[in-house]
């Protein structure tokens, strides 16, 4: 009879202790963030030159987005990408170049990344054409992305 009721005894305590535990926990949730803003050192026109391929032809800056989580400001890595499109794809995949930019808030072109990236992007050599630029801004795995104001340009690109 002592051995059932210090089982039940034990049992009572376990069940006591068990059911006295509670999990502490914080869930974190991705509450928002600000679209950054671009800029430009240059509005254009580029009439882009081979003979100066490696000279500066413009530096795009852009605002932080601020990505909001409950706990705070992400503590988060940034992806930014800068995207580059022949005026009227919207942005299209297939027409879009993405020049990827780890944590900066700037990113500088050459002459020649610059004629590289407008070529790729569908513009013809020797004619003067417009192009837009946008930045993209992800966190991990391209996870809410937000995206900038449109900057709109001309240039004149060279066949290298």
């Known amino acids: 009879m002592k051995k059932i009721v210090n089982s039940l005894l034990l049992a009572l305590v376990g069940v006591v202790l068990f ?15 600000t679209n950054p803003v671009l800029t430009a050192s240059d509005a254009g026109p580029f009439n882009l030159d081979i003979n100066t391929r490696n000279a500066t032809a413009v ?21 930014y ?19 990827a ?8 072109f050459t002459v020649g990344q610059l004629n590289t990236a407008l070529l790729t992007a569908g ?10 630029v946008r930045l993209k801004s992800s966190l991990a795995n391209g996870n809410a992305a ?7 340009f001309t240039a004149k690109p060279f066949l290298d």
Do not use: M
């Open 81 to 99: 990408t800068v995207q580059i499109a022949k005026s009227g794809t919207n942005f299209a995949p297939a027409t879009t170049v993405e020049v």
């Open 146 to 152: 937000l995206y900038s104001n449109v900057l709109s």
């Open 59 to 79: 530096t795009f800056s852009w605002t932080n987005p601020n990505y909001q989580f409950t706990t705070g400001l992400s503590s988060q890595d940034v992806t």
């Open 123 to 132: 513009l013809i050599e020797d004619i003067s054409a417009d192009f837009e």
């Open 19 to 33: 059911a006295s535990c509670k999990k502490d926990e914080h869930k974190n949730y991705y509450e928002g963030g």
């Open 101 to 108: 930019v780890p944590k900066d808030l700037s990113r500088t």
